[in-house]
């Protein structure tokens, strides 16, 4: 096993904690453009297909709902309490479904399906059946025992017999949002969820079969401090999830509406967030998980850390991913779809996607072709946020460049980051140091031509810590 030591330097952290993507695509999704239309991503699927050996299939299913608004999310969404809206959303997904699936061959395995939102578990059971039903009927669904069928779960709502449920339709995975268990964060995030609530979820996913479990933990949040936080982590780690996401609270009230009910002069300074990072990372290390990379920690047995020890780990818009070798089929409000050397995304607002799905159309509202360049940088991009470290021979060899010739200006915006020790530039190779592990943002947006010579603004991207 590939151990990754991390370095918590909080001077480096504080000095580099600028705005800058996620890295969940390259080109990122600020890059797409309207040009891109419904007769692009039909030529495209029709290129997959006849590749010499077709990829698998990966599908996102995004499911907008929820019953109430969490104030520090930045996910799409719309809250609701009329139930009614899940079987009419339902009822388009399955047209939806009807037209993408028969575009592609049916002999090509689909290999992971990932229920996201929103709140997934905002519909019933019986629902999310026909949603799966309707993919096994215009897809073939793997049987793989190495199949990845998740779900999002906000464990406020879900109970034992629901999860029986999930399980019944083939799902193995689920992924449950704590953020943290401390009273007061939770009443000025309006989201109060019981350590009984999740644990009993989670008991239920184990007790049906559920191969892997993700809790999702947030710092960052207001009213958070370490003696809060330190006792939320104690929890979890007790609770044992294959897979915890430590993610940092982005506060960009501009964009999301609902974190304006947040009080910034409540948020904890960069310092404090520095120093929250670092107790999680401290804790989860000292109990055995494996740092994965960028806010990603797995039990040593997990699949996501076996895929980060053969080189075969991948990032897409789900996060880090065990499946490299698939083509993403998006469905749904605002789903992003990459397939072959193009990503295209659904529209983000509710009418705009039942419009087209009612016309017969492919909901494309937006998208990208990748020219050479954008393939050459996804895939150095790709390698740095998945191993830290980019073979500088397989990319020369893939795509007949010099390497250093190419992205001498990508090389000069690095100098800095390996004057301060966190990367180390090599004739064949280039490395994030222990020190720059938790920055891969910063290394990987060096190779970002979309961000020069102009930095990104604040008002776009998250901070990198």
């Keep these: 096993m590939r151990h990754i030591t991390l370095t918590c330097d909080p001077e480096l952290l504080r000095r580099y904690d600028q705005p800058g993507p996620r890295y969940t695509s390259y080109p990122t999704a600020p890059q797409f453009g309207p040009h891109f239309q419904e007769a692009m991503l039909r030529e495209y699927i029709r290129r997959s297909n006849e590749e010499l050996i077709p990829r698998r299939l990966s599908l996102y299913v995004h499911v907008p709902y929820c019953t109430s608004p969490c104030f520090y999310c930045g996910c799409n969404r719309i809250i609701t309490r009329d139930r009614t809206a899940g079987r009419r959303y339902v009822e388009r997904l399955i047209r939806e479904i009807s037209l993408a699936g028969p575009l592609f061959d049916r002999d ?28 096994g009927q215009q897809f073939q669904l793997s049987n793989a025992p190495v199949r990845d069928f998740s779900i999002e779960i906000d464990p406020r709502f879900v109970n034992a017999a629901d999860i029986a449920a999930y399980a019944d339709m083939g799902l193995n995975r689920a992924s449950l ?96 967030r520095i120093a929250l990072l670092s107790l999680a990372i ?125 992205f001498a200006d990508a090389l000069a915006r690095m100098q800095p980051l390996v004057s301060d020790g966190l990367a180390v530039i090599e004739r064949s190779r280039i490395s994030a140091t222990s020190r720059g592990r938790l920055l891969l943002r910063i290394i990987a947006m060096c190779f970002d031509r979309y961000l020069t010579p102009k930095p990104p603004a604040q008002a776009q991207y998250s901070s990198a810590v």
């Design 108 to 135: 090509r395995e689909v290999i992971q399906v990932h229920f996201g939102g929103g709140t997934p578990n905002f519909l019933r059971p019986d629902e999310l059946r026909d949603v799966m039903s309707s993919l």
């Design 177 to 272: 949002g704590v953020q943290d268990f401390d009273p007061v964060v939770q009443a000025a995030v309006n989201r109060v969820q019981t350590v009984q609530q999740t644990l009993a979820a989670i008991q239920a996913c184990r007790r049906n079969g559920f191969r892997s479990i993700n809790v999702d933990l947030i710092y960052g949040l207001p009213h958070q401090t370490l003696e809060g936080f330190g006792p939320t982590l104690d929890t979890v780690i007790g609770i044992r999830p294959h897979r915890l996401a430590v993610y940092g609270y982005a506060h960009m009230p501009h964009l999301f509406k609902p974190q304006r009910r947040i009080d910034a002069a409540h948020l904890p300074n960069a310092e404090q």
């Design 282 to 406: 401290d804790k989860l290390t000292s109990a055995g998980y494996v740092y994965i990379g960028m806010d990603h920690f797995a039990l040593p047995e997990d699949d996501l850390t076996h895929a980060y020890d053969a080189g075969t780990l991948h990032r897409n818009f789900m996060g880090y991913t065990t499946h490299a070798d698939c083509d993403l089929l998006g469905l749904g409000v605002s789903a992003i779809s990459h397939i072959g050397d193009s990503f295209s995304q659904n529209p983000r607002d509710l009418a705009s996607w039942e419009i087209a799905v009612d016309s017969g159309r492919l909901p494309v509202w937006r998208g990208r072709h990748l020219d050479q360049d954008d393939q050459v940088r996804a895939e150095v991009i790709q390698q740095l946020m998945c191993g830290g470290s980019v073979d500088i021979s397989a990319v020369e060899r893939r795509y007949d460049i010099d390497f250093h010739r190419y």
